[in-house]
């Protein structure tokens, strides 16, 4: 593995500073712990490559939570100017608006224990998890196709999301998104998978709200300790993964790979055609991705109801933390619209932005960041910091620690049991090959990321929530 310059420049920031083909300099927000575990992989040199990019603007960002992953770190962002500069379908990820939603109910830790078992067996029933698993929902193709175009449209029109859902949804659940420059396969993979969760990393949990840090914001956004919350994470599954190689093909064939740092870094310039393109069918897919999660809550609602008739669930918020999107910053004093790639990171708007629901805009974008199976989640809110300083953008969860191979070699079935039964955590899982790579030791230390984020002031502390039942692929 290369040694790569890095200077710590203060507290909780690195930086790999500006040489060779680099454009900008890259910075690493980690404190002293997460620096070096995000040594131990190739991070760092995705974090440099991304510094050489066309058009590029200030410098490269790699969030607190990051590890290596296709083109871009897992936890990257990159903004780029909109003559000169490029979009990367690595820089967005296979799991085109992979991204977390938070509801919240009416009911209290106490009376979910109670019927703890019944609803989680209720949950797994009725929302389909695991790789390639398809959904009981079938649509035509012509209602594929609007949901393409729609996102949540489709669903506030069938009786499956209510107006409120469509305000605290990231962009009201559409983007501008055109199913014709979408795959006939991408469609073809995504059709029967609506309202599921699939593997890997996603999941669903019901969790409670554990501690308050900040009682107004809490408040705003409707949460108080000991309340059930569930978090959903998971994105456009098969179809968001066939659309991103459908255009990492295009654009090797367009544009080449010869001047690449890194032929995963295959890009499309902005003014061309190929980017309008793959920025049309990106957008597609994250509206299939917002309607995915929509499904999926549209199951909850109906799961929760039969053990608690009077339970009334609501949307908190919806972000998604694999998407390029068009945003205007100030730059040396001037508002320009520039095109920010986060991948593996959450957008983290400060007070006043109109892209911000109605009823959250006096105080800020709610940032969602789940930890890993068994550990905490946060709720956290957006700044201006983050605005001047990250390109509005913060962590997205804990961050892998170790390979999901590695992770299968070293963490066995009695000790993932034992681990979630001591944190009193009841799961059902579709595969527990798929359970054992993502137990909590094959990831980073969510406090410390949070802890990182919080200080730096790019997005702060609002509510730790608790896993109590967990449903994954």
Same mark, same amino acid.
């Given at each position: 593995?290369?040694?790569?310059?890095?200077?710590?420049?203060?507290?909780?920031?690195?930086?790999?500073?500006?040489?060779?083909?680099?454009?900008?300099?890259?910075?690493?927000?980690?404190?002293?712990?997460?620096?070096?575990?995000?040594?131990?992989?190739?991070?760092?040199?995705?974090?440099?490559?991304?510094?050489?990019?066309?058009?590029?603007?200030?410098?490269?960002?790699?969030?607190?939570?990051?590890?290596?992953?296709?083109?871009?770190?897992?936890?990257?962002?990159?903004?780029?100017?909109?003559?000169?500069?490029?979009?990367?379908?690595?820089?967005?990820?296979?799991?085109?608006?992979?991204?977390?939603?938070?509801?919240?109910?009416?009911?209290?830790?106490?009376?979910?224990?109670?019927?703890?078992?019944?609803?989680?067996?209720?949950?797994?029933?009725?929302?389909?998890?695991?790789?390639?698993?398809?959904?009981?929902?079938?649509?035509?193709?012509?209602?594929?196709?609007?949901?393409?175009?729609?996102?949540? #449209?489709?669903?506030?029109?069938?009786?499956?999301?209510?107006?409120?859902?469509?305000?605290?949804?990231?962009?009201?659940?559409?983007?501008?998104?055109?199913?014709?420059?979408?795959?006939?396969?991408?469609?073809?993979?995504?059709?029967?998978?609506?309202?599921?969760?699939?593997?890997?990393?996603?999941?669903?949990?019901?969790?409670?709200?554990?501690?308050?840090?900040?009682?107004?914001?809490?408040?705003?956004?409707?949460?108080?300790?000991?309340?059930?919350?569930?978090?959903?994470?998971?994105?456009?599954?098969?179809? #968001?993964?066939?659309?991103?190689?459908?255009?990492?093909?295009?654009?090797?064939?367009?544009?080449?790979?010869?001047?690449?740092?890194?032929?995963?870094?295959?890009?499309?310039?902005?003014?061309?055609?190929?980017?309008?393109?793959?920025?049309?069918?990106?957008?597609?897919?994250?509206?299939?991705?917002?309607?995915?999660?929509?499904?999926?809550?549209?199951?909850?609602?109906?799961?929760?109801?039969?053990?608690?008739?009077?339970?009334?669930?609501?949307?908190?918020?919806?972000?998604?933390?694999?998407?390029?999107?068009?945003?205007?910053?100030?730059?040396?004093?001037?508002?320009?619209?520039?095109?920010?790639?986060?991948?593996?990171?959450?957008?983290?708007?400060?007070?006043?932005?109109?892209?911000?629901?109605?009823?959250?805009?006096?105080?800020?974008?709610?940032?969602?960041?789940?930890?890993?199976?068994?550990?905490?989640?946060?709720?956290?809110?957006?700044?201006?910091?983050?605005?001047?300083?990250?390109?509005?953008?913060?962590?997205?969860?804990?961050?892998?620690?170790?390979?999901?191979?590695?992770?299968?070699?070293?963490?066995?079935?009695?000790?993932?049991?034992?681990?979630?039964?001591?944190?009193?955590?009841?799961?059902?899982?579709?595969?527990?090959?798929?359970?054992?790579?993502?137990?909590?030791?094959?990831?980073?230390?969510?406090?410390?990321?949070?802890?990182?984020?919080?200080?730096?002031?790019?997005?702060?502390?609002?509510?730790?929530?608790?896993?109590?039942?967990?449903?994954?692929?």
């Amino acid at each position: 593995m290369k040694m790569i310059e890095i200077r710590k420049i203060s507290e909780n920031i690195y930086e790999i500073p500006k040489h060779g083909k680099m454009l900008v300099p890259s910075q690493i927000l980690a404190s002293d712990d997460l620096i070096e575990k995000i040594k131990q992989d190739k991070t760092l040199e995705q974090a440099k490559n991304i510094s050489m990019l066309p058009g590029i603007v200030e410098k490269s960002l790699t969030m607190p939570d990051a590890h290596q992953g296709y083109g871009f770190p897992i936890g990257g962002v990159a903004a780029f100017d909109l003559k000169k500069g490029i979009i990367s379908p690595g820089g967005v990820g296979y799991d085109i608006n992979c991204g977390v939603r938070l509801l919240k109910t009416n009911l209290t830790k106490k009376e979910f224990l109670e019927k703890r078992e019944q609803v989680l067996s209720e949950l797994y029933k009725n929302i389909p998890s695991g790789l390639g698993k398809g959904g009981e929902l079938k649509i035509s193709d012509k209602e594929m196709n609007e949901i393409l175009d729609n996102g949540i #449209g489709w669903a506030l029109k069938n009786g499956y999301a209510t107006k409120r859902d469509l305000e605290m949804i990231e962009d009201g659940g559409k983007l501008k998104g055109n199913y014709k420059k979408v795959s006939q396969k991408a469609r073809a993979r995504g059709k029967n998978q609506l309202g599921t969760i699939g593997s890997g990393n996603h999941f669903l949990e019901v969790q409670y709200v554990d501690e308050i840090f900040d009682e107004k914001t809490a408040k705003i956004f409707g949460l108080k300790k000991e309340q059930i919350v569930i978090l959903i994470h998971t994105g456009s599954r098969g179809l #968001g993964h066939q659309t991103a190689s459908d255009y990492i093909h295009k654009m090797e064939e367009e544009f080449g790979i010869e001047n690449l740092p890194d032929r995963e870094l295959i890009y499309a310039p902005l003014t061309s055609q190929l980017a309008q393109d793959y920025i049309e069918a990106m957008n597609a897919s994250a509206n299939f991705a917002f309607t995915n999660r929509q499904i999926i809550t549209y199951n909850v609602r109906k799961s929760f109801k039969k053990f608690f008739p009077k339970s009334k669930i609501e949307l908190v918020y919806d972000v998604t933390h694999n998407i390029a999107k068009f945003e205007p910053f100030k730059i040396n004093g001037k508002s320009v619209e520039l095109c920010v790639h986060r991948k593996g990171a959450t957008r983290a708007f400060g007070k006043g932005r109109k892209e911000i629901p109605e009823e959250y805009r006096a105080i800020g974008q709610p940032v969602l960041i789940p930890g890993s199976m068994g550990t905490s989640s946060y709720v956290l809110l957006g700044t201006k910091k983050a605005e001047e300083f990250s390109f509005a953008s913060t962590a997205h969860g804990a961050g892998r620690l170790m390979s999901r191979a590695r992770a299968k070699e070293e963490i066995t079935e009695s000790q993932l049991k034992k681990e979630l039964e001591e944190h009193d955590v009841k799961f059902k899982a579709g595969s527990i090959k798929g359970m054992l790579e993502e137990g909590p030791r094959a990831y980073k230390d969510v406090e410390e990321i949070v802890r990182v984020v919080d200080e730096l002031g790019i997005s702060k502390k609002v509510a730790r929530l608790k896993p109590l039942a967990v449903v994954k692929g």
